[in-house]
Structure formats: structure tokens, C-alpha cells
């Protein structure tokens, strides 16, 4: 069954701003993934936060996780048309490595 | 550049008639898997194999199976086509030594069942 949920489920914002989205997710992990996906297309991934960390950075990607509130955010900055893309979460549940649990997606709609 | 390849991107297949999905990699990653998603949802993991130790999930059909030949190749058959088993389906593929964590994914393979 889905591990996590995501909201908004859409989100479209103007060229520039911010575009801020949250996964909330149900067991204990060890590290929590976020990837892209533009239509019709593969997953990409984008960035891992491991269990004991709280912040990370990579490139205009800002990713949170608060493992007491099983929470994760994703923050991109500035953002371009070219970020028009569905955005999902996934975990790796403790002790089980080498599965990946997908949330429900945000669908990320970037306006020029 | 190493990536993982989907073959072919589209099929289109008749209600009942056995159809294979494949997939390879020249990233030599020790486990590959597959995953059906359909429209709108998020990707749901239908087996994996780690080298060749096949892992079925427990809430996958039965009409769903699948092959791993050698490191490289991978495929999905599907026995008997319902319309219900129209999706992506998308193969990926991680290495151990990285606890399983990135997963590396093709550009999918789009099913259409007539």
C-alpha cells in the first residue's frame, strides 16, 4: 500500500516564485528520496535526506525532514517552466533497503 | 553514458494476448525492478530480482511475471491482458552497495490493451 501522501496534489505558481511541497509518510525510515517526473516519462531522481539528517541542499532544491512529524518538504527556488513536472517522495523503510514506497505525487505547473 | 533502456516505449496489445515488456541496463547494478503506473498515480512496485533472486509482491497478480536472463536484461511478461493492466510500466534499476537507495529508471514502457 502507498507509504506516504502528498500535498498538494497540485501546485501552480509564476515563473521566479517559490514552489513549496510536502510529503508525510507512515513508518520508520531509513532515508526518504524525492524524484521528478515530466509527462509520460521516467522517474528522475532528484535528492536523498537520510534518516538523521534534517536539511539538504542541491542546487536550487532545499529538501526538509522532521522524522518525529514523518514529514518531508521540498522547496525549489526560483523556479522555471522547464520545472513543469509531477514531483513524488519515496521511502526506504527500516529494514527494508531495497525497496522504494512512492507518495501520491504533486503535479508541480510552472506559468511563464 | 550508462542508463537503463525500455523496449519499446509503446505497445499495444489485444484483451487476452500475452505480451513482454524489456529492460537493460549497462549500469551492471545488481538489482533491477519493475513497477505499473497508472494514470495520475504514483508507481507500484510489482517485483524485484537482486541478481537472481526474484522478489514478487504480495499484492502483485498473477498474471504478472517476469524473467532476469543475466545482470543486463530484464523482462516484464504479462499472460493475459485485462484492460485493467493498461499503465506505464516502468523498470529501474540501484546497486546494493548503495543500501538500495537510488534507483535509476528507464523512460518506461506505455501499455494500451485493446
Known amino acids: 500500500s502507498q507509504q506516504g501522501e502528498e500535498d498538494p496534489q497540485a501546485l501552480s505558481i509564476q515563473e521566479g516564485e517559490n514552489a513549496t511541497m510536502n510529503c508525510s509518510y507512515k513508518?520508520?525510515?531509513?532515508?526518504l528520496q524525492w524524484y521528478r517526473q515530466n509527462s509520460g516519462r521516467g522517474l528522475v531522481h532528484l535528492i536523498l535526506?537520510?534518516?538523521?539528517?534534517r536539511e539538504k541542499h542541491s542546487g536550487r532544491l532545499r529538501v526538509t525532514l522532521d522524522t518525529s512529524k514523518k514529514s518531508s518538504s521540498l522547496l525549489i527556488t526560483a523556479s522555471r517552466a522547464a520545472d513543469t513536472a509531477s514531483y513524488f517522495c519515496?521511502?526506504?523503510?527500516?529494514?527494508?533497503?531495497?525497496?522504494?514506497?512512492f507518495g501520491s505525487g504533486t503535479q508541480l505547473t510552472v506559468l511563464p | 553514458d550508462a542508463m537503463v533502456i525500455q523496449n519499446p516505449r509503446y505497445q499495444v496489445t489485444q484483451f487476452g494476448k500475452p505480451v513482454t515488456l524489456s529492460c537493460s541496463q549497462t549500469?551492471?547494478?545488481?538489482?533491477m525492478y519493475w513497477y505499473q503506473q497508472k494514470s495520475s498515480q504514483a508507481p507500484k512496485l510489482l517485483f524485484h530480482?537482486?541478481?537472481?533472486?526474484?522478489?514478487n509482491e504480495a499484492d502483485t497478480p498473477d498474471n504478472f511475471q517476469s524473467r532476469r536472463p543475466n545482470t543486463s536484461f530484464c523482462f516484464l511478461d504479462i499472460r493475459s491482458p485485462g484492460l485493467g493492466d493498461a499503465a506505464m510500466y516502468l523498470c529501474?534499476?540501484?546497486?546494493?552497495?548503495?543500501?538500495?537507495?537510488?534507483?535509476?529508471f528507464g523512460p518506461g514502457t506505455r501499455l494500451l490493451v485493446l
Open positions: 529501474a534499476t540501484s546497486t546494493p552497495f548503495d543500501r538500495g537507495e537510488t534507483q535509476y
Open positions: 513508518t520508520s525510515i531509513n532515508n
Open positions: 535526506i537520510r534518516s538523521n539528517e
Open positions: 519515496a521511502t526506504t523503510a527500516s529494514g527494508s533497503a531495497r525497496q522504494l514506497t
Open positions: 549500469l551492471n547494478h545488481n538489482v
Open positions: 530480482y537482486y541478481d537472481k533472486d526474484f522478489n
